[in-house]
């Protein structure tokens, strides 16, 4: 194996539309990668925004926000919503996506994700160039169409974005490996002394 250093890597990174409203109501969107599950009980999504960025100064405001996934055919909107600042313009319009106020928290999401997250926010830790943002998870919402027959979430159907962090490439999730919790018990375990 080559060493490449100390860089900030971790494959998949999870892309993510991030909604807030501004101080007036407005509604703002921004893509972010740098997130993940943190905790099961309460459930809990961390998601790590740069100091100076628009999304990060209005977050703590209203101490809520929505994540929305995004499917592989959105891949054009979700790369202009990181390169537009919510503070030049309305990055919902500009993108021609659709805000959708959230039912539980205060915080818009994407009409056009088949996947969202409302999260109501717990806590923040100030980590080097970004801010750790915890926000308790208070509804997952899914397109009917998005769903298996036994009411899961079908994450083929979702068909999320992923981000290569190094190369700076999008890809979108692949198709069922295995069943976890159930190929690992295919191994023989060590026997106990």
Request: proline share 12%.
């Given at each position: 194996m080559r060493s490449l250093g100390s860089l900030p890597f971790c494959l998949p990174a999870p892309v993510l539309l991030v909604g807030v409203y501004d101080a007036g109501g407005r509604p703002n969107v921004m893509t972010a990668v740098a997130a993940g599950l943190c905790a099961?009980?309460?459930?809990?999504?961390?998601?790590?925004?740069?100091?100076?960025?628009?999304?990060?100064?209005?977050?703590?405001?209203?101490?809520?926000f929505t994540v929305s996934i995004p499917p592989r055919a959105l891949v054009a909107r979700v790369d202009f919503a990181g390169l537009m600042s919510g503070r030049a313009g309305n990055k919902f319009e500009a993108t021609g996506l659709t805000p959708v106020p959230g039912e539980h928290v205060d915080a818009p999401y994407v009409a056009e994700c088949p996947a969202v997250l409302e999260l109501a926010l717990r806590h923040s830790l100030e980590l080097g160039s970004h801010t750790l943002f915890v926000g308790e998870i208070m509804d997952v919402k899914l397109d009917e169409g998005c769903l298996r027959p036994d009411g899961l979430p079908d994450p083929a159907r979702i068909d999320a974005l992923c981000f290569a962090p190094l190369t700076h490439e999008y890809y979108a999730t692949g198709g069922f490996v295995a069943r976890a919790y159930a190929v690992g018990k295919t191994l023989r375990r060590p026997a106990q002394a």
């Open positions: 099961s009980q309460p459930p809990c999504l961390g998601l790590s925004l740069r100091r100076g960025g628009w999304t990060h100064e209005l977050l703590p405001g209203r101490g809520a």
